[in-house]
């Protein structure tokens, strides 16, 4: 599952990268930017876990899957107030789209990377 974490820790730099642009008042086209980079990432990212689930038969597929669209309503929700040039409530919401990731790999991906590792996939 090292491509996963890998792929986690890519997350994670694309939103530390969001959070400087932001703490730097970095406005144009810089943000809207970063936030399709990371929207695209995800975008890579959530299919790797969903066709591993759906190729092992992982039974909490379907609520697991819905968790990652929850990242997108968070991002998308970051993005419109960027637009609206809302930037304190902007970081506020970023802080708890990392929290949210933070919870998320750590309770739902933990139950996916142990129901992996009980098959053997590695």
């Known amino acids: 599952m090292h491509a996963i974490d890998d792929q986690h820790h890519v997350l994670f730099q694309n939103i530390a990268r969001l959070e400087q642009a932001l703490a730097t008042g970095q406005g144009g086209d810089g943000l809207p930017q970063i936030i399709r980079e990371l929207a695209e990432y995800a975008g ?4 790797t876990e969903e066709r591993l689930m759906e190729e092992y038969g992982y039974p909490l597929r379907e609520i697991h899957t819905m968790e990652h669209e929850q990242f997108f309503v968070r991002l998308r929700e970051i993005d419109r107030m960027i637009a609206e040039g809302h930037s304190t409530a902007a970081v506020q919401a970023l ?15 933990a139950r996916l990377g142990d129901f992996l590792n009980r098959r053997g996939v590695a």
């Open 95 to 109: 802080n708890r789209l990392r929290a949210w990731l933070e919870r998320h790999i750590m309770d739902w991906d």
């Open 44 to 47: 890579q990212h959530g299919p």
